[in-house]
């Protein structure tokens, strides 16, 4: 099946890090940009971050920029977001989605105060 995986959400408090990894099947992973996208409750989804095939271009929301760090690792079909001195607001359900046209469940990540 052509899927994306989406794992490594949790309770994390106020300034602690957490990585999230999104695991590809299904389709080649390398012809793909992936993308990280965010909703938190009672919003819109919003794009977080989102990295080009090779890895080499990147793009990140400006309230996350210099805390998230997106990579991937193309021979094992993953990605990953490394979530570093997180807030409040990022508390969301974070997918992963392979532009244009494939979501992965979402994996919750709790910020606590």
């Known amino acids: 099946d052509v899927q994306l995986q989406a794992s490594g959400g949790g309770l994390v408090e106020v300034g602690g890090s957490l990585r999230l990894s999104c695991a590809a099947s299904?389709?080649?992973?390398?012809?793909?940009?992936i993308a990280w996208f965010r909703q938190a409750p009672g919003k819109e989804k919003e794009a977080v971050s989102q990295?080009?095939?090779?890895?080499?271009?990147?793009y990140y929301r400006d309230s996350v920029k210099g805390r998230f760090f997106i990579s991937r690792d193309n021979p094992k079909n993953t990605m990953y977001l490394q979530m570093n001195n997180v807030k409040p607001e990022d508390t969301a359900v974070y997918y992963c989605?392979?532009?244009?046209?494939?979501w992965g469940q979402g994996t919750l990540v709790t910020v606590s105060s």
């Open positions: 989605v392979r532009i244009p046209d494939l």
């Open positions: 299904g389709f080649t992973f390398d012809n793909y940009v």
């Open positions: 990295i080009d095939i090779n890895g080499g271009k990147t």
